[in-house]
């Protein structure tokens, strides 16, 4: 119910009115894509996908594909040395933030994550962490007025040095994704 705060537009909310009054239909269609992909009549039946949940989701509802398999991303893989002058920069101390990831997805959950944090500051100020959201294109639309805004750090997509920094120097990692 909170997928119409992530895009705001009348396009999105034609989207999400249509996907709840339609849900049989939606859901049917996009099985009915899937189906046809791996009923698809080709030299090969591999099924290349990004993760180990979109593989297993395949699987879960389509047991007879063949084979699927898990290509990460063709960028390098190995742990870059970021500097942490972004995080600085930012005002963020070192060790001292709860970061959540794909801020800007509504599935990810983090529109609920941000609120309950909001409210576990207002129930302890004395509290010494801040919160760190990545992916959020338009923090203001997304997630409303905050009472104590000054604790949030919103970010819009990060490089991925940077991102790798702000995992490894996260005190904790919030992600109550709903489909995961």
């Known amino acids: 119910r909170y997928e119409y705060r ?19 239909w939606y859901v049917n269609r996009h099985r009915r894509r899937f189906r046809a992909l791996i009923r698809t009549k080709a030299r090969t039946k591999t099924i290349i996908v990004p ?3 979109t593989k297993y989701s395949l699987l879960d509802a389509f047991p007879a594909a063949d084979d ?13 040395t970021a500097g942490t002058e972004p995080l600085e ?26 609120h309950a944090l909001d409210t576990l ?34 970010f819009d997509y ?9 995992y490894r120097h996260a005190h904790s990692l919030l992600y109550p994704t709903l489909n995961e």
Do not use: C
């Not at 001292?96 to 959950?109: A, D, E």
């Not at 990060?158 to 702000?166: A, H, I, K, N, T």
């Open 6 to 24: 992530y895009d705001r537009s009348l396009r999105g909310l034609v989207k999400y009115v249509g996907k709840h009054l339609l849900r049989d």
């Open 51 to 53: 993760s180990q949940h």
């Open 68 to 80: 699927v398999r898990v290509l990460y991303s063709p960028q390098q893989t190995a742990a870059t």
């Open 89 to 114: 920069d930012a005002g963020i101390v070192l060790g001292q933030y709860v970061l959540l990831v794909s801020g800007g997805r509504w599935i990810k959950n983090a529109y609920r994550a941000v």
């Open 121 to 154: 500051f207002d129930r302890h100020s004395s509290l010494d962490l801040h919160v760190v959201v990545a992916g959020v294109e338009d923090a203001a639309s997304v997630f409303g007025t905050l009472r104590n805004r000054s604790r949030f750090h919103f």
């Open 158 to 166: 990060v490089e991925r040095p940077v991102l790798e920094s702000l």
